[in-house]
């Protein structure tokens, strides 16, 4: 069974940055798309960023130029770089994995507040 494992959330103050790591228990080789969505408090959950298997990269218009997705293969973990974090920014953060099926991670809370 395929598990993803979220870190890197945390506190963080307006105008900083945080990586948020997702790592698989398998090769992300077999993923057609690997992306991050996130869901603020009484919010649906959003996309954020997908990376596709040919390394294509798609990004929410809210965080367009901040954010940056990326993988490491030899890893086995997808990434997201968080720069210029705002307080909208706030939410629990998950990972997605899709090949024939979806998965998701269990999710890390991002803070951003002064």
């Known amino acids: 069974q395929v598990q993803l494992v979220e870190s890197g959330g945390g506190l963080v103050q307006p105008g900083g940055s945080l990586r948020l790591s997702c790592a698989a228990s398998?090769?992300?080789?077999?993923?057609?798309?690997m992306g991050w969505y996130r869901q603020a408090p009484g919010k649906q959950r959003e996309l954020v960023a997908t990376?596709?298997?040919?390394?294509?990269?798609n990004y929410a218009d809210s965080v367009q130029g901040r954010f940056t997705i990326s993988t490491d293969t030899a890893k086995n973990t997808v990434y997201l770089q968080m720069n210029s974090l705002k307080p909208d920014d706030t939410a629990v953060y998950y990972c997605?994995?899709?090949?024939?099926?979806?998965?998701w991670g269990q999710g890390t809370q991002v803070t951003v507040s002064s």
């Open positions: 997605n994995a899709k090949s024939f099926l979806n998965y």
């Open positions: 398998t090769s992300i080789l077999m993923f057609g798309v």
């Open positions: 990376i596709t298997s040919g390394g294509r990269t």
